[in-house]
């Protein structure tokens, strides 16, 4: 596990994250959410050991994070960095090598990857020469090639289509079942819903929530029920100690208190059908917007 805790940093007068705590557990998938300028990127590279905290500290395994303990860290960095001019396959092997394979191992681990990503046709192609979606998957691949025992991405996802994405996904997730603590950010919030175990939202340098994706998604709830019937719902409107927040026409959601709301499952049920019913759970965008404004 990686742990943040009371982390700091300046910019001369300007604070870009403010202690910030959060933890990155073993075996989950951590999304990690805010607008621009939030401080996600400052975030992971004092996790990374790029750029040094004023105060507050980064623990692997409860142990100060040492630089030797880093190279075992996969990182996709914002600013992507691999070499244009060189292949595809030659540069993600090298940068096994760099971080300590043999060239058998790091030429191994470079095939099966770049198989895995789909990339294995583009292998001895010029990554200049490649799409940037696929540049992406190159920068993928290099992040993991050294089968990191921790994973920092920042914005994995950006410019990747649908099909690619779920490759990725599909690779990520089967590092976290290895035990490896991935964290990694991205703007697309249907996505980190979708993927992520944990979630922290981060706003002006400050962590706004953080937990569990459903425990959030739970404790931002107001009490809201969907109904759904096959008939016409519209009486739901002029029953008396509910909001109606949306209707239509079989189906509305509307506020209530648990008790209320039994109350109006009993009423539907005594006009007919009900095809459901359900407490109501926010979606990621929600709860984003509710604890960033
Ligand atoms: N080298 C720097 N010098 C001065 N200010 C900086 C520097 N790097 C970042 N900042 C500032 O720190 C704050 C946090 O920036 P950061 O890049 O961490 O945000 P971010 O959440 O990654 O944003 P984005 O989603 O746009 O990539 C911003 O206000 C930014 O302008």
Known sequence: MISIDSVTKRYGERTAIENVSFDIAAGRLTGFVGGNGAGKTTTMRIILGVLSADSGDVRLNGAPVRSDDRRRFGYMPEERGLYPKMKVAEQVAYLG???????????????????????????????????????????????????????????????????????VVGVLQERAAQGVPVLFSSHQLELVERLCDDLVVIADGRIRAKGPKERLRTSHSTLAWDLETPGDAAWLRSRPGIAVREFDGGWARFEADEATAQDVLRDALSRGAVRSFSPYRPTLTEIFKEVVK
């Not at 992406?136 to 992040?143: D, G, S, T």
């Not at 090639?145 to 690619?164: K, R």
């Open 97 to 167: 090598r760099l971080r300590g394979m043999s060239g058998s191992a790091a030429n191994a681990a470079t095939t099966e990857l770049l198989d895995r990503l789909e990339l294995g046709p583009r292998a001895n192609d010029t990554v200049e020469s490649l799409s940037l979606g696929n540049q992406q998957r190159a920068q993928i691949a290099a992040a993991l090639v050294h089968d990191p025992e921790v994973l920092i991405l920042d914005e994995p996802f950006s410019g990747l289509d649908p099909l690619a994405v779920e490759v």
